[in-house]
Antibody
Framework: QVHLEQSGADVTTPGSSIRVSCKAS????????IHWVRQAPGQGLEWLGV??????????SYAQKFQGRITVTRDTSTTTVHMDLRSLRSEDTALYYC?????????????????WGQGTLVTVSS | SYVLTQPPSVSVAPGETARITCGGD??????VHWYQEKPGQAPAVVMS???VRPSGIPERFSGSSSVNTATLTISRVEAGDEAIYYC???????????FGGGTSLTVL
């Protein structure tokens, strides 16, 4: 069945970078967008960015708040999407999710996020 | 950037009707999705495209929209409906997804 498996928890220091990975299985990888969403402790959901795994290297969109700090890439050979976040600060401490919409293709940008990874806890602390 | 505004909390007695609102400029022209989040679980879709219920979601859940407000209505509220509910849209102008701040539903 459709499954998104995320990389394990990470603890890092302010100013550093992290990579969170999301391995997709159970469906045709290029057909569905992958979104990234985070949730800081006790806070709401925050959309970070999206990639079209079937597109070229620039088939991404990011929340304005993270422009310049975030990069989402895909590796079609391993059906994995990576989310890199740089210049980390304590406010970036959060549970990071990858999520897949139910609709294929371009409709996946605006479709509901039906399949979620298990979440990756990133802790930024000195 | 596009902003979605939700009330922080809504409280209802069992059996009553809960209405959770989500305000945004011309939200009625966008596809609105609603998620339910329970402790320790990833969010789950309870309503999509304003008023489409995914399989497994009870008929007690319904959705609607006016020009600037989307509403998730839960009829005959049960204790198991207690959760945080988020609205979400895709904003074409900024090419970005947007979540509302979330509404905590308490069943008294």
């Amino acid at each position: 069945q459709v499954h998104l498996e995320q990389s394990g928890a990470d603890v890092t220091t302010p100013g550093s970078s992290i990579r969170v990975s999301c391995k997709a299985s159970g469906y045709t990888f290029p057909d569905y967008y992958i979104h990234w969403v985070r949730q800081a402790p006790g806070q709401g959901l925050e959309w970070l960015g999206v990639i079209n795994p079937g597109g070229d290297a620039t088939s991404t969109s990011y929340a304005q708040k993270f422009q310049g700090r975030i990069t989402v890439t895909r590796d079609t050979s391993t059906t994995t999407v990576h989310m890199d976040l740089r210049s980390l600060r304590s406010e970036d401490t959060a549970l990071y999710y990858c999520a897949r919409p139910g609709a294929r293709g371009a409709g996946g940008r605006s479709a509901p996020l039906e399949v979620w990874g298990q979440g990756t806890l990133v802790t930024v602390s000195s | 950037s596009y902003v979605l505004t939700q009330p922080p909390s809504v409280s209802v007695a069992p059996g009553e009707t809960a209405r959770i609102t989500c305000g945004g400029d011309y939200i009625g022209h966008k596809s609105v999705h609603w998620y339910q989040e329970k402790p320790g679980q990833a969010p789950a879709v309870v309503m999509s495209y304003e008023n489409v219920r995914p399989s497994g979601i009870p008929e007690r859940f319904s959705g609607s929209s006016s020009v600037n407000t989307a509403t998730l209505t839960i009829s005959r509220v049960e204790a198991g409906d207690e959760a945080i509910y988020y609205c979400q849209v895709w904003d074409e102008g900024s090419e970005a997804g947007v979540f509302g701040g979330g509404t905590s539903l308490t069943v008294l």
